[in-house]
């Protein structure tokens, strides 16, 4: 791809969810159901700040959930920072996308690595309290009323005591449904460790939540 100038305030986009949508010309057809290549050949070749918006709406919350798996559950605020960096570098980068992998692999590879960058720069997220306002929902039913609420916690709980390996790749094959092979991928890794960290996880998780069931 030949990269455009692209706008510069990119932080202004960050907002897209605080302002009203942007108006979209006539004749752009319906950007949310285009694919991520046609949105990043529109927003390099043009710098189309609608398109960067409707990619960064679709990726958002998905990069939110890496950015947790790897800060851990009481992160949330960090984790959003975490974000922003990303879609900031996401802007500036998107020419360099060659195609080589899935553009969905090389966002949540660019959110990994911002997310350990920046846990290894700020280490005073040990020993916090979880916010359970804060967190995102587990990704299956869970019974309504206080034996719900008291499991949602459990799992925090139990996702919190998981090493960050183990935690990162339970959000991305359970939150992000990713397959074990796209696993391995993002995060450079043979896919048998992916399976082995999981299954460790898997067992650590049903230990943890049978001790938080029988408090």
Same mark, same amino acid.
């Given at each position: 791809?030949?990269?455009?100038? !692209?706008?510069? $305030? =990119? ?10 949508? #942007?108006? @979209?010309?006539? %004749? ?81 590879? !660019?959110?990994? $690595? =911002? ?10 997220? #040990?020993? @916090?309290?979880? %916010? ?84």
């Amino acid at each position: 791809m030949t990269a455009a100038t !692209l706008p510069l $305030n =990119a932080n202004a986009l960050l907002q897209f969810n605080k302002a009203a949508p #942007a108006r @979209l010309d006539p %004749d752009a057809g319906r950007p949310d159901a285009w694919s991520d290549e046609a949105l990043i050949e529109a927003i390099v070749k043009r710098g189309s700040e609608q398109h960067f918006r409707t990619l960064l709406a679709r990726y958002k919350v998905r990069v939110h959930h890496i950015a947790l798996s790897v800060l851990g559950p009481t992160q949330a605020a960090q984790a959003e920072d975490v974000a922003q960096e990303v879609f900031i570098s996401l802007y500036r980068r998107l020419d360099q996308f060659r195609g080589d992998c899935k553009f969905s692999t090389w966002v949540y590879r !660019l959110a990994v $690595n =911002a997310a350990i960058d920046f846990k290894r720069v700020n280490t005073r997220h #040990a020993g @916090l309290a979880i %916010d359970d306002a804060s967190l995102p929902g587990v990704p299956f039913e869970i019974p309504k009323g206080s034996d719900g609420r008291k499991l949602e916690s459990g799992v925090h709980q139990a996702l919190l005591a998981l090493p960050e390996s183990q935690r990162m790749m339970v959000y991305l094959y359970y939150w992000l449904e990713l397959k074990m092979r796209e696993i391995a991928e993002v995060l450079d890794c043979p896919q048998g460790t992916v399976k082995v960290y999981l299954k460790r996880a898997r067992a650590a998780l049903a230990e943890t939540l049978g001790e938080f069931k029988h408090d």
